[in-house]
């Protein structure tokens, strides 16, 4: 059974534009939630997380966005670069259990 | 910065042979993680230590798997024997603490098993 979930497995965006990549959650005990971004031959490397008792979170160019009762966060890029182009994993966490998605390939366009 | 470190990289083996990974975690992180990922999935979790205890294998197939983290450190996965539905990206991870931490992952062990 997927708690978490990834229902686009790629998406492709021009360079500057905006990337949105989304997230689907079954269980409302997750307290905390993280998106992790991945290259190829290398380990997943944590990029932002957000506590459930927020609704947004910035760093940079990445703003996480959480909507408890649809139980749904989204990954916001802005403005998306080459660079960004990797598999992008939301996870969710209660306690001391973690639950990744399938995963997001995003390819930015130059 | 302090990394996450595992070897092999790469492994092939034979079904029915045994292999073994190797993961050191960042220095003072309590919590290591073993994951699983197979192509076109997220990591699933093997099994979770803190400190020298397991506090989570339930999803480890204990019949052909096995970890251990001896001195709280360092921590070794096996596989006897090894099936070719083994096939996959072996992902170790540490984190501070236990609970709604992030975690930083190692490079991974992809293993093929012919």
């Known amino acids: 059974d997927q708690q978490v979930k990834q229902n686009s497995p790629s998406l492709s965006v021009q360079e500057g534009r905006i990337s949105i990549l989304n997230c689907d959650y079954t269980?409302?005990?997750?307290?905390?939630f993280l998106w992790y971004k991945k290259y190829p031959a290398e380990g997943p490397t944590f990029l932002i997380s957000?506590?459930?008792?927020?609704d947004k979170n910035e760093d940079g160019r990445f703003t996480v966005f959480l909507n408890k009762s649809a139980k749904h966060l989204s990954l916001h890029i802005v403005p998306s670069q080459p660079g960004d182009s990797a598999v992008y994993f939301c996870?969710?966490?209660?306690?001391?259990?973690?639950?990744f998605g399938t995963g997001t390939s995003l390819t930015v366009i130059p | 910065e302090a990394e996450v470190a595992q070897s092999p990289r790469y492994k092939i083996t034979e079904k029915s042979q045994a292999v073994a990974f190797w993961c050191d975690p960042i220095?003072?992180?309590?919590?290591l993680y073993w994951y699983r990922q197979i192509l076109g999935q997220g990591p699933e979790l093997l099994v979770q230590?803190?400190?020298?205890?397991?506090?989570?294998d339930s999803q480890l197939p204990k019949d052909r798997f096995s970890a251990e983290r001896l001195k709280g450190v360092d921590s070794t996965l096996k596989i006897q024997p090894a099936e070719l539905g083994d096939s996959a990206m072996y992902l170790c991870?540490?984190?501070?603490?236990?609970?709604?931490?992030?975690?930083?992952f190692g490079p991974g062990t992809r293993l093929t098993v012919t």
């Open positions: 991870a540490s984190s501070p603490v236990g609970g709604s931490e992030e975690q930083y």
């Open positions: 269980n409302s005990m997750f307290d905390y």
């Open positions: 957000i506590s459930s008792i927020k």
């Open positions: 996870a969710a966490s209660t306690g001391n259990q973690f639950y």
């Open positions: 220095s003072g992180h309590a919590t």
């Open positions: 230590f803190q400190d020298e205890s397991v506090v989570d």
